[in-house]
């Protein structure tokens, strides 16, 4: 069946500095999504791609979506305590999403 | 607007216990519904989807069963609770085709002791 690897499983970022997080699937996809968990509270829908090379923004966020849509990054500039939380790519084919096993990001104020 | 309920929000429960967690959605009609199941510090494990009223589908073998009584309630039982079933359930609900996208609940919090 389909597999999502997301890595690193954890980052560990000082305020202010940059990170990426990676999405890789074992089969290509129709779209992929990223999702935002914060400590204690439930993922919530972040974006979509669909496009083969995709790129979108929100505001210090930039997700791309690879050319053989079969990979996908998130990348956050100027990390912020606000962006502690753990982020979920998430892989669809079908009537399900196959999510990763998520990037947990702590910051160091 | 759209809304997903879960209930309760925290449960624990002795070992060999009943479960019922029960998920509601409103504002939208013939949803597509999921259960998951994500352990302390770990990913989201898919656990039921469903398409339709009466219609599930399990995703793992477990000791957990699902069922869609109406078209915007599923719930999730067990006949005998086990320790690993501790963890937290999550809910969540996608209109049917389109992007797909999932809304999730605000989850359960299972301790089985």
């Known amino acids: 069946g389909q597999q999502v690897m997301q890595i690193p499983q954890y980052q560990h970022v000082q305020e202010g500095e940059d990170f990426t997080t990676y999405c890789n699937s074992s089969?290509?996809?129709?779209?992929i999504q990223w999702y935002k968990q914060r400590p204690g509270g439930h993922p919530v829908f972040l974006i979509q791609?669909?496009?083969?090379?995709e790129v979108k923004k929100q505001k210090r966020l930039t997700f791309q979506f690879g050319e053989a849509k079969k990979n996908s990054s998130l990348h956050i500039t100027a990390t912020q305590t606000t962006d502690v939380g753990t982020y979920f790519c998430?892989?669809?084919?079908?009537?399900?999403?196959?999510f990763g096993a998520g990037t947990t990001v702590t910051v160091r104020a | 607007s759209q809304t997903i309920h879960q209930w309760p929000a925290t449960l624990v429960q002795p070992v060999g216990s009943p479960l019922s967690l029960e998920c509601t959605v409103e504002?939208?009609?013939?949803?597509?519904l999921y259960w998951y199941r994500q352990a302390a510090g770990r990913g989201l494990q898919l656990l039921f989807y469903?398409?339709?009223?009466?219609?599930i589908s399990s995703e793992v073998p477990q000791n957990l069963s699902a069922s869609r009584p109406q078209d915007r309630q599923f719930i999730l039982s067990s006949k005998k609770l086990l320790l690993s079933d501790s963890g937290f359930y999550l809910c969540?609900?996608?209109?049917?085709?389109?992007?797909?996208?999932?809304?999730f609940g605000p989850g359960t919090r299972l301790l089985v002791l």
């Open positions: 998430a892989g669809s084919n079908d009537y399900k999403l196959s």
């Open positions: 469903s398409v339709g009223i009466g219609q």
């Open positions: 504002g939208t009609s013939n949803p597509n």
């Open positions: 791609l669909v496009k083969s090379g």
């Open positions: 969540a609900w996608s209109v049917t085709g389109g992007k797909r996208t999932q809304y």
């Open positions: 089969t290509t996809l129709s779209n």
